[in-house]
């Protein structure tokens, strides 16, 4: 291949990747939004990731699930990363000696994980709620 084709390839690709980073990037959050906080160029939902998109303020991802909200799984793991509690069981623990039903807290606490890992806008909401 000659020079001029490996420029004219070189700029080819070069303008492939700006138009997947334009059709993908990560819009910010509006009024009534919540969204991640920081510079996300790229959409990680474009390559099989959780999405970085904001979420409106009542998204069905951040209700709470059987009466457990982000506030309460972010306090019971808070006072188990206190203790140093590290498993589920210590969690569910915890969260017991809190007032909480292990048999409702351990499966919102699976549900929160599940929707982490469909939406950073999520995971970040719980960071928040811990203090970080």
Do not use: C, H
Not at 27 to 51: C, R, T, Y
Not at 61 to 82: D, R, T
């Amino acid at each position: 291949m000659g020079i001029f084709k490996k420029v004219k390839a070189g700029m080819d690709q070069a303008a492939g990747a700006q138009q997947f980073a334009a059709q993908n990037a990560t819009q910010q959050a509006g009024p009534g939004q919540v969204g991640i906080e920081g510079s996300m160029p790229v959409d990680p939902a474009a390559l099989g990731g959780p999405s970085s998109q904001p979420l409106a303020a009542d998204d069905p991802m951040l209700a709470p699930i059987n009466g457990i909200g982000i506030a309460e799984y972010a306090s019971v793991a808070k006072a188990a990363q206190a203790r140093g509690i590290t498993d589920e069981a210590g969690m569910n623990q915890v969260a017991a000696e809190m007032g909480y039903d292990p048999a409702v807290f351990g499966p919102a606490v699976q549900e929160w994980i599940a929707r982490m890992g469909k939406s950073m806008v999520v995971g970040q909401q719980l960071r928040k709620e811990m203090g970080y």
